[in-house]
């Protein structure tokens, strides 16, 4: 790089103060700070500066503008909003449609009694929702808001895709009402259960805990432990039908492709059904 990295971070450090409140247009700021930086490693720099936290960088439509403090309230103007969430779709697409595929075939192990080949695929799916992720929060951190990333991501991809996303990030669900991608979140762990409990009474605890959004079949099969076999659960979720305690129901994955069985608690999750299916 030329420069040391530590004096270009000490001389962003002590500039930071004079930052404008509004900000600054880029290219004033390189003038200030940058000024021996190879023009060819400026746009590496403010990356970097924007990552330490010394300067807040903003890229829209070709222009650049640094802020000395998290800018409050930006946000890419409505008649920009499609064209900034097809370039987030395009940049995570072979990422979905790998997601896509590992999910799918994930089931079809499951329900096919290959718990090992199940729990690999979706290892593997986990891995491809841990690299989507940060190129979301990277365009919301650009000003595309949260709700238009979700509209767009559950109108360009897959069920299955956004399924399994969703099981890693429940912020970007489509019932979801978190406007904020700050930090980082991780998959959910499994809920941990009282110890001694039948198959039946963990399958309805994690279906109860899954409240008006209520569970699928993979889910439980991915929750519940020690993992049990694909007939088993089949059997469990008839019993509990049959008792009243869950109530099934055939629900879209964010309102498209096939309808799929949705288990509830039948106090919990029963008029959310109801109220969800009426609406599409």
């Not at 509990?240 to 949705?262: F, I, K, M, Q, Y």
Request: one cysteine or more; charged letters at 25%.
């Amino acid at each position: 790089m030329g420069l040391p990295v530590a004096i270009i971070l000490d001389r962003a450090g002590l500039y930071r103060p004079s930052i404008p409140d509004e900000g600054m247009m880029g290219a004033d700021y390189v003038a200030a700070v940058l000024y021996d930086v190879d023009p060819l490693l400026i746009d590496e720099i403010l990356t970097l500066l924007n990552r330490r936290g010394l300067a807040w960088v903003r890229r829209s439509r070709g222009s650049v503008w640094v802020f000395g403090v998290r800018p409050e309230n930006i946000a890419i103007p409505r008649d920009g909003v499609a064209e900034a969430s097809g370039a987030l779709c395009q940049a995570i697409a072979g990422h979905m449609l790998a997601l896509a595929r590992t999910e799918v075939a994930s089931r079809q192990a499951s329900e096919n009694g290959d718990q090992e080949g199940s729990g690999r695929l979706a290892d593997e799916g986990r891995v491809h929702c841990s690299r989507i992720v940060p190129i979301v929060r990277s365009h919301a951190a650009k000003g595309l808001a949260l709700a238009d990333i979700r509209s767009a991501m559950h109108d360009a991809f897959s069920p299955a895709a956004m399924e399994a996303l969703t099981r890693y990030e429940a912020r970007l669900a489509p019932e979801a009402v978190a406007d904020a991608l700050d930090e980082p979140q991780r998959a959910p762990k499994a809920k941990r259960l009282p110890a001694g409990l039948s198959l039946t009474e963990k399958a309805f605890e994690h279906i109860a805990a899954a409240g008006p959004a209520g569970a699928t079949r993979t889910r439980l099969m991915d929750a519940i432990r020690p993992k049990p076999d694909a007939e088993a659960v089949t059997a469990v979720l008839a019993a509990l039908t049959a008792d009243g305690r869950v109530t099934e129901r055939e629900v879209r994955s964010g309102g498209r492709g096939r309808p799929a069985p949705r288990y509830f608690a039948a106090p919990i999750g029963l008029p959310h059904a109801q109220v969800r299916l009426a609406a599409e």
